[in-house]
C-alpha cells in the first residue's frame, strides 16, 4: 500500500486540532503572495518526492487546468492555502458509522477542492483504481474489469436479468458484426429482424450527435446498407462501439442514425415510440461520456499520474495504533459521468434509465451503472452510498421498468404516500419532469418523443391517460408546475408544441412543488391531448384541451417580486385580501400588468405546511370561462 506522507502531511493529520490547518498558524494567510508561493513550491516538491497528499492536491488541480502558482500570483497580497479536515463530533479522522465522513479542504483562496476520506482494509488498494501504466480507457485491464461488472451482473443480479423478458421481440433493425468467434470485422451488416423469431443480444449506443453530421441511414442508401458498410468508413465512435460490443461476446448492435431511416416520417416516428423496448432489452448501453460528437470516440488515452485514489495511513496518538484511508475525490462522478456533455441531452436521459445496464467510457476510467450496483475503475466493487451528493442518490437508477414494478423507483417518492400507489408514481413523474426539464436537445419538437419511452412505462402502472406529459388521474397535481429559468431564457417553441398547460410547451427548466393536492378546489370536466402521429399517444401532439369547473379569482393586479417572480394581489369575495406568488412561464408583455389577470385556485396541497396551489390565466384565444 502506497502510505507516503511528507512530515508536514503526516503532522497535520495525527494532530488533534479540530478544522485544523496545514502547517502553523502563520499559513493561514501571507504578507504577500511570495509566501503562499514558497509553500505550494514546497507542495509541488513533496508531491513528486511521493507524499500522497500532496500529489493528490496538485493533480487535482492540473486535471482542472489550474496551475497552483498561477492561482496564488492572481490573488496577490489575498493569497491564501488551506489544507483542512472537517468532520462531526471527531477530531482526529476517527468516526461512527452513522455520521458523515469527515472530508479534506483545499483552497487556494476562492478555488476549492474537496477529498472524501475513506476508511479500508490494508489490502484494499490492490483491488481499486488505475494502474500508473494503463493509459486508456480501451485498454486490457479496463476491458477485464468491465467484463468482470457484466459477468456478475448476469449472473447474480435478479433485478437486472430481465435479458429476453420481451419474448421474441427484436428491435426493427440491428447491424449484425458477426459471431463473436470470427475476427474484428472489416464490414458489417444492416439486418431487417421482421422475419426472425427469436429474441437475440445486443448493445445499444448512446451518443451525441454534436455539431457532426453522423454516419445516417436514409431512404437512398437502405439496400446499400443491408449489403454491407465497411468499418473504416465509419466515425470513431462507431468503430470502438463495434469493437467493444465484440469484446463482450455479442453478435448485435442499435444505433440510432443507423437503425432508423432519418429522412423518412414515418419510419421515425415508428422506431421513437419503441425507444422503451429497444433500450430495455439490450443487454448493455455503451455511453460515450467523453465525446461531444461521432468523431471522439469511446477510448479515451489518460496521463500516468491520472488521479486515482490514493491512498494513506495515520498512526493516531498516542496508542498508536494505525489506520488506513482512500483519499476520494467526490466530484470525480458527477464531473466524469454524471455531467459530461452526454448526459445533458434530453434523449440520452431516457436511455440511461431504461437500459438494464450503462458502461459509461468517460475521459479518465470506465464508469458501470445497473439496477443493482454503481461501480467506476476507482470504485469497482460500488460505491459507497454516501459518498454521493444528494440529488445523485435521489436520481434514479438505470431499470426504471423494474423499479416501477415494485414501487422503488426514487426517494422522492414521500414516504407519506408509501400505500399510494398512484401517487407515489406520479411524486416520481414529477421528479423526472424536473430533471429532464434541464437536458438540451437540438429539435424543438422532440420534447416528447424524447420522454415517450418513460411515459409508456409509467402509463403501464398507472392504468390513465397520457395527456401532452401529464396524466388524466393526477392532473390536479400535473397542472401545479412552476417555470424554473434561472439563468436560461424563458420563452415558448416558435412552433407548437404542447398545450400552454403542458411543461412541455416552455423551453426552460420546471418545478414542481414536493407536495400533493389533498382538497381540490376545482373539477376536471374534460381533458384531452390529439396525438400529432396516428398509434402515437405519448409523442408529439396537434392540440390539447382542459375544462375545469372551479372558482376564479377575478382582477389580480401583478407587480415583479424578485427575479423571474411575480405577486399577485386581489380582494376577494368578502374584501379579504388575497397575496401570491407566480412565475409566468412566458415573458410578460407589458399588457399583462393590468388587471385582466385571474387566479383559478386548483387546491390545497400537503407540503411542510397547508398550503394552496392554482393557476395564473390570461385572456388568449383559446381561452374562454363563463360566471355561475
Given at each position: 500500500?502506497?502510505?507516503?506522507?511528507?512530515?508536514?502531511?503526516?503532522?497535520?493529520?495525527?494532530?488533534?486540532?479540530?478544522?485544523?490547518?496545514?502547517?502553523?498558524?502563520?499559513?493561514?494567510?501571507?504578507?504577500?503572495?511570495?509566501?503562499?508561493?514558497?509553500?505550494?513550491?514546497?507542495?509541488?516538491?513533496?508531491?513528486?518526492?511521493?507524499?500522497?497528499?500532496?500529489?493528490?492536491?496538485?493533480?487535482?488541480?492540473?486535471?482542472?487546468?489550474?496551475?497552483?502558482?498561477?492561482?496564488?500570483?492572481?490573488?496577490?497580497?489575498?493569497?491564501?492555502?488551506?489544507?483542512?479536515?472537517?468532520?462531526?463530533?471527531?477530531?482526529?479522522?476517527?468516526?461512527?458509522?452513522?455520521?458523515?465522513?469527515?472530508?479534506?479542504?483545499?483552497?487556494?483562496?476562492?478555488?476549492?477542492?474537496?477529498?472524501?476520506?475513506?476508511?479500508?482494509?490494508?489490502?484494499?488498494?490492490?483491488?481499486?483504481?488505475?494502474?500508473?501504466?494503463?493509459?486508456?480507457?480501451?485498454?486490457?485491464?479496463?476491458?477485464?474489469?468491465?467484463?468482470?461488472?457484466?459477468?456478475?451482473?448476469?449472473?447474480?443480479?435478479?433485478?437486472?436479468?430481465?435479458?429476453?423478458?420481451?419474448?421474441?421481440?427484436?428491435?426493427?433493425?440491428?447491424?449484425?458484426?458477426?459471431?463473436?468467434?470470427?475476427?474484428?470485422?472489416?464490414?458489417?451488416?444492416?439486418?431487417?429482424?421482421?422475419?426472425?423469431?427469436?429474441?437475440?443480444?445486443?448493445?445499444?449506443?448512446?451518443?451525441?450527435?454534436?455539431?457532426?453530421?453522423?454516419?445516417?441511414?436514409?431512404?437512398?442508401?437502405?439496400?446499400?446498407?443491408?449489403?454491407?458498410?465497411?468499418?473504416?468508413?465509419?466515425?470513431?465512435?462507431?468503430?470502438?462501439?463495434?469493437?467493444?460490443?465484440?469484446?463482450?461476446?455479442?453478435?448485435?448492435?442499435?444505433?440510432?442514425?443507423?437503425?432508423?431511416?432519418?429522412?423518412?416520417?414515418?419510419?421515425?416516428?415508428?422506431?421513437?415510440?419503441?425507444?422503451?423496448?429497444?433500450?430495455?432489452?439490450?443487454?448493455?448501453?455503451?455511453?460515450?461520456?467523453?465525446?461531444?460528437?461521432?468523431?471522439?470516440g469511446l477510448f479515451q488515452s489518460r496521463p500516468p499520474s491520472y488521479l486515482g485514489s490514493r491512498f494513506i495511513s495515520v498512526e493516531s496518538i498516542p496508542d498508536g495504533f494505525k489506520s488506513y484511508y482512500q483519499i476520494w475525490d467526490q466530484s470525480v462522478w458527477p464531473a466524469g459521468f454524471e455531467f459530461a456533455k452526454l448526459n445533458t441531452r434530453a434523449w440520452?436521459?431516457q436511455e440511461r434509465l431504461l437500459s438494464p445496464r450503462t458502461l459509461g467510457f468517460a475521459k479518465a476510467q470506465l464508469f458501470w451503472e445497473c439496477r443493482c450496483n454503481r461501480s467506476s475503475e476507482e470504485f469497482p466493487f460500488g460505491y459507497p452510498s454516501e459518498l454521493f451528493e444528494r440529488r445523485q442518490r435521489d436520481f434514479p437508477q438505470p431499470g426504471i421498468?423494474?423499479?416501477?414494478?415494485?414501487?422503488?423507483?426514487?426517494?422522492?417518492?414521500?414516504?407519506?404516500?408509501?400505500?399510494?400507489?398512484?401517487?407515489?408514481?406520479?411524486?416520481?413523474?414529477?421528479?423526472?419532469?424536473?430533471?429532464?426539464?434541464?437536458?438540451?436537445?437540438?429539435?424543438?419538437?422532440?420534447?416528447?418523443?424524447?420522454?415517450?419511452?418513460?411515459?409508456?412505462?409509467?402509463?403501464?402502472?398507472?392504468?390513465?391517460?397520457?395527456?401532452?406529459?401529464?396524466?388524466?388521474?393526477?392532473?390536479?397535481?400535473?397542472?401545479?408546475?412552476?417555470?424554473?429559468?434561472?439563468?436560461?431564457?424563458?420563452?415558448?417553441?416558435?412552433?407548437?408544441?404542447?398545450?400552454?398547460?403542458?411543461?412541455?410547451?416552455?423551453?426552460?427548466?420546471?418545478?414542481?412543488?414536493?407536495?400533493?393536492?389533498?382538497?381540490?378546489?376545482?373539477?376536471?370536466?374534460?381533458?384531452?391531448?390529439?396525438?400529432?402521429?396516428?398509434?402515437?399517444?405519448?409523442?408529439?401532439?396537434?392540440?390539447?384541451?382542459?375544462?375545469?369547473?372551479?372558482?376564479?379569482?377575478?382582477?389580480?393586479?401583478?407587480?415583479?417580486?424578485?427575479?423571474?417572480?411575480?405577486?399577485?394581489?386581489?380582494?376577494?369575495?368578502?374584501?379579504?385580501?388575497?397575496?401570491?406568488?407566480?412565475?409566468?412561464?412566458?415573458?410578460?408583455?407589458?399588457?399583462?400588468?393590468?388587471?385582466?389577470?385571474?387566479?383559478?385556485?386548483?387546491?390545497?396541497?400537503?407540503?411542510?405546511?397547508?398550503?394552496?396551489?392554482?393557476?395564473?390565466?390570461?385572456?388568449?384565444?383559446?381561452?374562454?370561462?363563463?360566471?355561475?
Amino acid at each position: 500500500m502506497d502510505i507516503s506522507l511528507c512530515g508536514d502531511c503526516r503532522d497535520f493529520l495525527q494532530s488533534n486540532h479540530h478544522d485544523g490547518y496545514y502547517g502553523d498558524e502563520s499559513w493561514r494567510r501571507f504578507k504577500d503572495s511570495q509566501d503562499c508561493e514558497r509553500l505550494i513550491s514546497r507542495v509541488i516538491q513533496t508531491a513528486d518526492m511521493g507524499c500522497s497528499v500532496c500529489e493528490t492536491v496538485v493533480c487535482k488541480f492540473r486535471s482542472l487546468k489550474s496551475d497552483l502558482l498561477a492561482v496564488a500570483q492572481r490573488n496577490g497580497e489575498s493569497a491564501t492555502f488551506r489544507l483542512q479536515i472537517e468532520e462531526y463530533y471527531n477530531t482526529n479522522l476517527q468516526w461512527q458509522e452513522d455520521i458523515d465522513r469527515p472530508f479534506l479542504r483545499v483552497s487556494i483562496s476562492q478555488e476549492e477542492i474537496k477529498f472524501r476520506l475513506w476508511r479500508v482494509s490494508k489490502s484494499h488498494e490492490a483491488d481499486c483504481g488505475v494502474n500508473d501504466d494503463d493509459r486508456s480507457t480501451g485498454s486490457e485491464s479496463s476491458f477485464l474489469r468491465a467484463e468482470e461488472w457484466l459477468r456478475k451482473c448476469m449472473h447474480n443480479h435478479d433485478n437486472c436479468n430481465t435479458v429476453g423478458a420481451l419474448g421474441d421481440w427484436a428491435p426493427s433493425r440491428l447491424l449484425d458484426i458477426g459471431p463473436a468467434r470470427n475476427p474484428f470485422p472489416t464490414t458489417i451488416k444492416l439486418r431487417q429482424t421482421d422475419s426472425w423469431q427469436r429474441s437475440v443480444h445486443y448493445t445499444t449506443l448512446s451518443h451525441c450527435w454534436g455539431s457532426v453530421q453522423p454516419f445516417r441511414l436514409l431512404r437512398s442508401n437502405l439496400r446499400e446498407r443491408m449489403d454491407g458498410i465497411s468499418v473504416d468508413a465509419l466515425p470513431k465512435t462507431f468503430q470502438d462501439a463495434i469493437y467493444a460490443t465484440r469484446r463482450f461476446g455479442i453478435q448485435y448492435l442499435w444505433i440510432d442514425s443507423l437503425c432508423i431511416i432519418q429522412d423518412s416520417k414515418e419510419d421515425w416516428n415508428a422506431e421513437s415510440s419503441l425507444m422503451a423496448q429497444v433500450y430495455s432489452g439490450c443487454v448493455l448501453n455503451l455511453a460515450a461520456a467523453s465525446s461531444n460528437d461521432c468523431t471522439g470516440g469511446l477510448f479515451q488515452s489518460r496521463p500516468p499520474s491520472y488521479l486515482g485514489s490514493r491512498f494513506i495511513s495515520v498512526e493516531s496518538i498516542p496508542d498508536g495504533f494505525k489506520s488506513y484511508y482512500q483519499i476520494w475525490d467526490q466530484s470525480v462522478w458527477p464531473a466524469g459521468f454524471e455531467f459530461a456533455k452526454l448526459n445533458t441531452r434530453a434523449w440520452v436521459m431516457q436511455e440511461r434509465l431504461l437500459s438494464p445496464r450503462t458502461l459509461g467510457f468517460a475521459k479518465a476510467q470506465l464508469f458501470w451503472e445497473c439496477r443493482c450496483n454503481r461501480s467506476s475503475e476507482e470504485f469497482p466493487f460500488g460505491y459507497p452510498s454516501e459518498l454521493f451528493e444528494r440529488r445523485q442518490r435521489d436520481f434514479p437508477q438505470p431499470g426504471i421498468q423494474d423499479k416501477l414494478k415494485t414501487h422503488s423507483l426514487s426517494h422522492h417518492a414521500d414516504s407519506r404516500f408509501e400505500h399510494d400507489h398512484t401517487r407515489r408514481l406520479s411524486l416520481v413523474w414529477h421528479n423526472l419532469v424536473m430533471h429532464y426539464s434541464r437536458k438540451e436537445m437540438a429539435y424543438e419538437q422532440d420534447k416528447l418523443p424524447a420522454i415517450s419511452g418513460l411515459a409508456s412505462l409509467f402509463a403501464q402502472q398507472l392504468g390513465t391517460a397520457y395527456l401532452a406529459g401529464l396524466w388524466r388521474s393526477t392532473l390536479l397535481s400535473d397542472l401545479l408546475w412552476r417555470a424554473n429559468p434561472g439563468d436560461s431564457a424563458m420563452n415558448r417553441p416558435l412552433e407548437y408544441r404542447a398545450p400552454s398547460w403542458s411543461w412541455a410547451s416552455v423551453n426552460c427548466p420546471v418545478k414542481y412543488l414536493p407536495g400533493w393536492i389533498v382538497s381540490p378546489e376545482v373539477t376536471v370536466i374534460e381533458a384531452e391531448a390529439q396525438p400529432g402521429v396516428e398509434r402515437s399517444q405519448f409523442g408529439r401532439v396537434s392540440d390539447g384541451c382542459i375544462r375545469l369547473s372551479g372558482k376564479l379569482i377575478h382582477n389580480m393586479t401583478v407587480a415583479p417580486y424578485h427575479g423571474h417572480s411575480y405577486a399577485l394581489q386581489a380582494r376577494g369575495s368578502e374584501g379579504h385580501p388575497i397575496a401570491a406568488e407566480c412565475t409566468p412561464d412566458q415573458p410578460l408583455r407589458p399588457a399583462d400588468t393590468q388587471p385582466e389577470i385571474f387566479c383559478l385556485p386548483v387546491g390545497s396541497y400537503i407540503d411542510i405546511s397547508r398550503a394552496y396551489g392554482g393557476d395564473t390565466l390570461a385572456p388568449a384565444a383559446q381561452f374562454s370561462w363563463k360566471t355561475t
